[in-house]
């Protein structure tokens, strides 16, 4: 059978939610390497709205985290993450933009003393708890950190050079791994993880970022 893997979206758009091109390259990854993917996200409001025109927070305004990831998941095809059952599921990958450090957790704000969604945490525990894979991607693997510092682990990871956000994984007791460029990944086979920086580095070729990401998602599919 094809391994069935979980997909957790924080949105939709780079600034407030999940990074959209990180997000479809994802799940092409996942498609051409045959496995099963599904959507997730919570259903409750993001942290706020962003002009992807001016980059603006638009005051007043407010979008649901799981009606915006429907539209990258489609229609119908984005389970609400609190309905979602973890032992359904072989691996967890999480794709970046902002909404992960903004709506899924804290960390854009309070960096390593940041809080974290109980439902996503919980979620997420359950895969390091029954040693499954997880690949995260671009600002995820700080999520990762938040949550493995929370329950006790030490993780080898990488948000790519390391400036501005190494000093917050040694605060969390992680292992930041510092890479040079979007195509690669860092592996920690003990804990299964896999992660890869994607748009942390802001100027990445769309094609560099696939490759780093279908990377990724082949060393998660390899570990299932």
Partial sequence: MAPKIAVLLAGCGHLDGAEVREAVLTLLALDQHGAVFQCLAPNANQHHVVNHVTGDVVEGQNRNILEEASRIA???????????????????VIPGGFGVAKNHCAFAFDGPR?????????????????????????????????????????????????????????????????????REVVI?????????????????????????????????????
Avoid at 77 to 86: E, K, Y
Avoid at 192 to 220: H, Q, S, W
């Fill in 114 to 182: 940041a809080s974290v969604r109980q439902d996503v945490s919980g979620f997420i525990k359950t895969f390091f708890d029954a040693k499954k894979p997880v690949g995260a991607i671009c600002i995820s693997p700080a999520l990762v950190a938040l949550i493995l510092a929370e329950i006790g682990l030490q993780g080898k990871l990488t948000l790519g050079s390391g400036q501005g956000v190494k000093p917050a994984m040694d605060a969390l007791m992680q292992d930041h791994v510092e890479t040079k460029s979007a």
């Fill in 188 to 224: 920690d086979n003990d804990l299964k993880l896999v992660t890869t920086p994607a748009y942390m580095f802001d100027n990445a070729r769309l094609a560099d970022v696939f490759i780093g990401i279908d990377r990724c998602v082949a060393e998660v599919l390899r570990m299932v």
């Fill in 74 to 92: 489609r229609v119908g095809q984005c389970l609400d993450i609190s309905q979602a059952q973890p032992d359904d599921f072989d691996a967890l």
